[in-house]
């Protein structure tokens, strides 16, 4: 029997536009434009401002994109998976409300929480169903809201995020294209590095979590880096080792976006020249789980089909790990 592959067939994106620029975050805390561009690549970042709107409503955009492209009608959608660690609540579901501000009546949808690596492990879900014969049509989309779970009065977590949302639509394939391999690894004692301390059921929101900060994102930035250079960078190498692949096989790297020193890191250890590594680190920051397909929607006119592009990931959980893609289709 024929092999039945997931193969990415379309790709949308969405950010807002408010631009938060270094030279604006050096009049909100002790930093400056050179410190946060050595240290991390960025020089701006996106943030959703307007009151009311949450995640769902930048994946909605980004959906409403990448149907648009393909003239797909909302009703052919089996299922859409929500990579996020900022729903727009606790509950129900992101993608839930995603599905039904699109009018998506036959779909389902579930969340995934693996912060960073959230578009990879809904990539691979969103492959497994169709691999499974059993859906035709599913949306994967990494959405994040991070300004909702940042404090400003942090220097050295607010200069790093931003928001943003990248959809991808997996559709089954006979031809050998799609999503090849994928390589999905997680540690929880990466835990104490990276969390967010209240609101879950361990300690539920108080007056005096709140007087806390306890509800904004809590990172020792040095250690989840020693970890991040590491960890992106050896299964990116095993995931080509175990698929015999080689630099020249390779056409594109596309690295979470957190810190350029780590996608250069990556890049290095896969032997890949900078021109094959896509990075907009510069003007998007870290949009957790938007960051793998916002990259991708950037570039789409310059892929071809028949690629290979290894995504890969690091991030809270600690979760990580890397994705071969054989393109599936020219979009130029
Ligand atoms: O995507 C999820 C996974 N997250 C990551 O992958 C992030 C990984 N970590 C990082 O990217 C980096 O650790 C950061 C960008 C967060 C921080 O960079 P760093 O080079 O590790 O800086 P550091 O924390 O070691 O701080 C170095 C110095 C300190 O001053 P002293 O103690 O040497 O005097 C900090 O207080 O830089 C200071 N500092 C800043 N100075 C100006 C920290 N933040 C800032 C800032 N502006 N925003």
Redesign the pocket.
Known sequence: MTKIHAAITAVGGYVPEYVLSNKILETM????DE??LT??GISERRILKEPGKGTSDMAVEAIKDLLKKRDIDPLEIDCVICGTVTPDMVFPATSNLITSKLGMKNAFGFDISA??SGFLYSLTMGTSLIESGRYKKVIVVGADKMSAIVDYTD???C??FGDGAGAVLLEATEENVGVMDSLLKSDGNGSQF?HMKAGGSVKPSSHETVDAKEHYVY?E??S??KF?VKGMADVSYELMERNGLTADDIAWLVP?Q??LR?IDATANRMGLSKEKVMINIQKFG?T?AATLPLCLWEWEKSLNKGDNIILAA???GFTWGATWIKWAYDSK
């Open positions: 805390v002790d930093t400056n410190w946060i240290r991390t912060a960073c220097r050295t977590t200069i790093i990276l990172q930035g040095q989840v880096f991040a979470h957190a810190n780590i870290n957790t690091f991030g809270g």
